[in-house]
């Protein structure tokens, strides 16, 4: 089975390191971004068509950074029937800090408590929405590496991406992913295919430690994103090119070579551009580009320009935008489902894509593709990595049960409730002013919450935070479930300050 060890016992390089199992947890509640252009009395379709967003997803007061995750965590465990004592790394990546020292994977520790298992490595990671990566990588090189005990490693991401009032206000969402991680996945990663960017920028920062706001600055946070972009490709290319020189295989990689590419989602129209950029990337690195037909088929006048002098260039972008249409289609615009229906998530952002991806195509559709994968973190780190997906789409298989687990995610999506723009801004205002208290309970609605999610019922004055889950439906998380947001009324476990 994916994850096991080998029967002899003996010391081996785990084949097929990768995710084999992923989760989404969204919030139950969300504003269209029609509706919000309305409210903010900006003109239609800036949200819509110049930020490519349909809805965003939000939280009300009830939860944090630790409910998210403790559902996501709880939803993936109980979902693939798993008991925590097959745990032995879980990695957290967030960049929502509700507490300067203690991190979101010891409050998660108390999912573990039934099981006796606190043989648990790892710990939160964060920079920007690069955190979620970043523990990714972490629990894939633990599986890879001799400090590897047989068991699985855990990651989740989560974040609450909220804006003040103004211009970015529509670009936040929130959420979480967790994942699976072990040998014979079928979501493999190609090992030694990494290429990382690492550099000062001050594009996108928290440094007010009682806000949850950030200071930003947008171009030049597009710029380093676009920057980014260009030399973790650059750096991919290059690697993937050496080991097809050492197989004896000669060509030149490009887009094409990847079934589908997904990116870091700030906002819908972002990834689009991006897009474009690695063709605007392929057309200057190839020795001989045919500009009398095909995807470069008039690009000849673009044949000189310096990739660094081209990030506001809109002759460039409009061009290589046209160019890679199809492309787009083909391999990104499916990534961009929860993206566009529930905002930026931060650090879940591009796992969100992948399972977008997942969600809406068929384990036939997937088997043996090749998935490009950009991560960007403000400040910045990014890296362009990829993964194989499994040849096996046999009925039961792990890239079967994959696909079968997220194939409820356009109900869920569609089973939220709609708020209106005046009530959204009073949630924003009500967190603004009480995420940071003690002694404070939530005034949000628990039953307003999809069954089986982790809440917060209260911080004490030392700032010590208690939760409860309201209670799953039955049946919830078998494979191919479908959401029921009215069900399970009742709560039905509390955690308060590490017992249960």
């Known amino acids: 089975?994916?994850?096991?060890?080998?029967?002899?016992?003996?010391?081996?390089?785990?084949?097929?390191?990768?995710?084999?199992?992923?989760e989404v947890y969204i919030p139950a509640q969300y504003v269209d971004q029609t509706e919000l252009e309305q409210y903010d009395g900006v003109a239609a379709g800036k949200y819509t068509i110049g930020l490519g967003q349909a809805r965003m997803g939000f939280c009300s007061d009830r939860?944090?950074?630790?409910?998210?995750?403790?559902?996501?965590v709880q939803r993936l465990m109980e979902r693939n029937s798993l008991s925590y004592d097959t745990i032995g790394r879980l990695?957290?990546?967030?960049?929502?800090?509700?507490?300067?020292?203690?991190?979101?994977?010891?409050?998660?520790?108390?999912?573990?408590?039934?099981?006796?298992?606190?043989?648990?490595?790892?710990?939160?990671?964060?920079?920007?929405?690069?955190?979620?990566?970043?523990?990714?990588?972490?629990?894939?090189?633990?599986?890879?590496?001799?400090?590897?005990?047989?068991?699985?490693?855990?990651?989740?991401?989560?974040?609450?991406?909220?804006?003040?009032?103004?211009?970015?206000?529509?670009?936040?969402?929130?959420?979480?992913?967790?994942?699976?991680?072990?040998?014979?996945?079928?979501l493999a990663f190609d090992r030694g295919l990494r290429g990382t960017h690492m550099q000062h920028a001050y594009d996108f920062y928290k440094p007010d430690m009682v806000s949850e706001y950030p200071v930003v600055d947008g171009k030049l946070s597009i710029q380093c994103y676009l920057s980014a972009l260009d030399r973790?490709?650059?750096?991919?290319?290059?690697?993937?090119?050496?080991?097809?020189?050492?197989?004896?295989?000669?060509?030149?990689?490009?887009?094409?070579?990847?079934?589908?590419?997904?990116?870091h989602s700030p906002y819908c129209k972002l990834v689009q551009k991006s897009l474009a950029r690695l063709v605007l990337n392929d057309f200057l690195s190839d020795p001989n580009p045919n500009t009398e037909s095909g995807k470069f088929s008039g690009l000849e006048a673009?044949?000189?320009?310096?990739?660094?002098?081209?990030?506001?260039?809109?002759?460039?972008?409009?061009?290589?935008?046209?160019?890679?249409?199809?492309?787009?289609?083909?391999?990104?615009?499916?990534?961009?489902?929860?993206?566009?229906?529930?905002?930026?998530?931060?650090?879940?952002?591009v796992y969100g894509c992948l399972a977008s991806v997942i969600a809406v195509h068929t384990p036939q559709e997937?088997?043996?593709?090749?998935?490009?994968?950009?991560?960007?973190?403000?400040?910045?780190?990014?890296?362009?990595?990829?993964?194989?997906?499994?040849?096996?789409?046999?009925?039961?298989?792990?890239?079967?049960?994959?696909?079968?687990?997220?194939?409820?995610?356009?109900?869920?999506?569609d089973s939220r409730r709609k708020v209106s723009p005046d009530v959204f801004a009073a949630n924003m205002k009500l967190r603004e002013e009480t995420h940071h208290l003690a002694n404070y309970i939530p005034q949000g609605s628990v039953d307003d919450l999809f069954p089986g999610t982790w809440y917060l019922?209260?911080?004490?004055?030392?700032?010590?935070?208690?939760?409860?889950?309201?209670?799953?439906?039955?049946g919830q998380f078998d494979h191919g479930d479908r959401a029921h947001p009215q069900s399970g009324k009742e709560d039905a476990v509390t955690i308060t300050n590490g017992e249960h």
């Open 1 to 22: 089975m994916p994850g096991s060890v080998p029967a002899s016992g003996e010391a081996t390089w785990p084949k097929d390191v990768g995710i084999i199992a992923l």
């Open 366 to 413: 997937l088997a043996g593709k090749r998935i490009g994968v950009f991560s960007y973190g403000s400040g910045f780190a990014a890296t362009l990595y990829s993964l194989r997906v499994t040849q096996d789409a046999t009925p039961g298989s792990a890239l079967d049960n994959l696909v079968a687990s997220l194939s409820d995610l356009l109900v869920r999506l």
């Open 232 to 263: 973790c490709y650059s750096v991919y290319r290059s690697k993937i090119q050496a080991q097809w020189q050492k197989e004896g295989i000669d060509k030149r990689f490009s887009l094409e070579d990847f079934g589908f590419m997904v990116f």
């Open 457 to 474: 019922t209260h911080v004490d004055d030392k700032h010590r935070r208690q939760y409860a889950r309201r209670a799953p439906w039955i």
């Open 302 to 349: 673009f044949r000189e320009v310096k990739p660094e002098e081209t990030y506001f260039d809109r002759d460039v972008e409009k061009a290589f935008m046209k160019a890679s249409t199809e492309m787009f289609v083909e391999k990104t615009k499916a990534s961009l489902l929860l993206s566009n229906q529930n905002g930026n998530m931060y650090t879940p952002s």
């Open 63 to 72: 939860e944090d950074i630790n409910s998210l995750c403790l559902t996501a």
């Open 91 to 186: 990695e957290v990546g967030t960049e929502t800090i509700i507490d300067k020292s203690k991190s979101v994977k010891t409050v998660l520790m108390q999912l573990f408590e039934e099981s006796g298992n606190t043989d648990v490595e790892g710990i939160d990671t964060t920079n920007a929405c690069y955190g979620g990566t970043a523990a990714l990588f972490n629990a894939v090189n633990w599986v890879e590496s001799s400090s590897w005990d047989g068991r699985y490693a855990l990651v989740v991401a989560g974040d609450i991406a909220v804006y003040a009032t103004g211009s970015a206000r529509p670009t936040g969402g929130a959420g979480a992913v967790a994942m699976l991680i072990g040998p014979n996945a079928p």
